[in-house]
C-alpha cells in the first residue's frame, strides 16, 4: 500500500523552528517530485516548497524563501522540510504530496497533479 506520513508539526513560538518529515511507504521517492503545501482554515490549499528527487532540484514560495528548506534523506526514504524564523501567518495543517508525472513547476504547484497525499500535520505559530 502506498503511504505517505507526515510528522513533526506543533507549537512553536514566533521566530522559532519545526522540522517536518514526510515518510514514504510501498514505493520509494527515487523518481518522483515531492511537494509541500498548507492550508490555514477558510483558506486554499497553498504550494510551499517542492523537491524533484532524482536531481535534487528544491523550488519555494516566495512567502518562505529564504527560511524553509527542503530535503531529502534517501537512507529514510523520508523528505524533510526545515521551517525556521516561523512567523504566525505560517500556522497551517501542511501536507506532503508526490507524484511521479513529469511536467515543471507550475505543474508541481498545482495540489490537483498530485497522486498521493499524507494526512497533514499541524503547525501552530503563536505571536
Known amino acids: 500500500e502506498v503511504q505517505l506520513v507526515e510528522s513533526g508539526g506543533g507549537l512553536v513560538q514566533a521566530g522559532g523552528s519545526l522540522r517536518l518529515s514526510c515518510a514514504a511507504s510501498?514505493?520509494?521517492?527515487?523518481?518522483?517530485?515531492i511537494g509541500w503545501f498548507r492550508q490555514a482554515p477558510g483558506k486554499e490549499r497553498e504550494w510551499v516548497s517542492c523537491?524533484?528527487?532524482?536531481?535534487?532540484?528544491?523550488y519555494y514560495a516566495d512567502s518562505v524563501k529564504g527560511r524553509f528548506t527542503i530535503s531529502s534523506d534517501n537512507a529514510k526514504n523520508t523528505v524533510v522540510l526545515q521551517m525556521s524564523s516561523l512567523k504566525p501567518e505560517d500556522m497551517a495543517v501542511y501536507y506532503c504530496?508526490?507524484?511521479?508525472?513529469?511536467?515543471?513547476?507550475?505543474?508541481?504547484?498545482?495540489?490537483?497533479?498530485?497522486?498521493?497525499w499524507g494526512q497533514g500535520t499541524q503547525v501552530t505559530v503563536s505571536s
Open positions: 523537491l524533484n528527487y532524482k536531481y535534487s532540484t528544491t
Open positions: 504530496a508526490a507524484s511521479r508525472k513529469g511536467g515543471s513547476i507550475w505543474s508541481w504547484k498545482t495540489p490537483g497533479w498530485y497522486e498521493y
Open positions: 510501498g514505493f520509494t521517492f527515487d523518481d518522483y517530485r
